[in-house]
């Protein structure tokens, strides 16, 4: 399977554990996290709305609820993104690895995940705390 996915989504699904903003969110969450997980899964990365967001209640003319909001959010996928090559294709496995070997410290994700309303509900960012 191919997915489509913005930068700072790599670290949201790493996080998941069930909560979301409405049940198609989740359960589209809940299927993207499984199939991130399989050895034949490649992935491509964008900065804009993708396989994650199309099920969104909060998207709005592809955007993230308004122009404001979703600038905020280009501006978390760009500190992904600016980590890793965003023009190749990737097996998913290998992917999220490398997004574990690069984002290792509170202070590595901290422009990214520290304004996030999600943060205390994430265990990827939980752990990152929990580590320093
Ligand atoms: S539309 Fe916004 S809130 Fe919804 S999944 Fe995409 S980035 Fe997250």
Known sequence: MKLVLRGHHLLCLKGFQGYGYND??????????????????????????????????????????????????????KEVLKKIDSKKEYNSVELFNKIDQIFNTKESVSKICFNCKWHEKCLFYQKLSNNR
């Open 24 to 77: 198609d969110f989740v359960e589209n969450m809940k299927f993207i996290n499984s199939k991130r997980k399989d050895n034949t899964t490649t992935i491509s990365l964008t900065n804009s709305a993708d396989d994650i967001c199309s099920s969104c209640p909060n998207l709005k003319n592809n955007l993230c609820e308004n122009e404001i909001q979703n600038n905020n959010i280009n501006k978390m996928d």
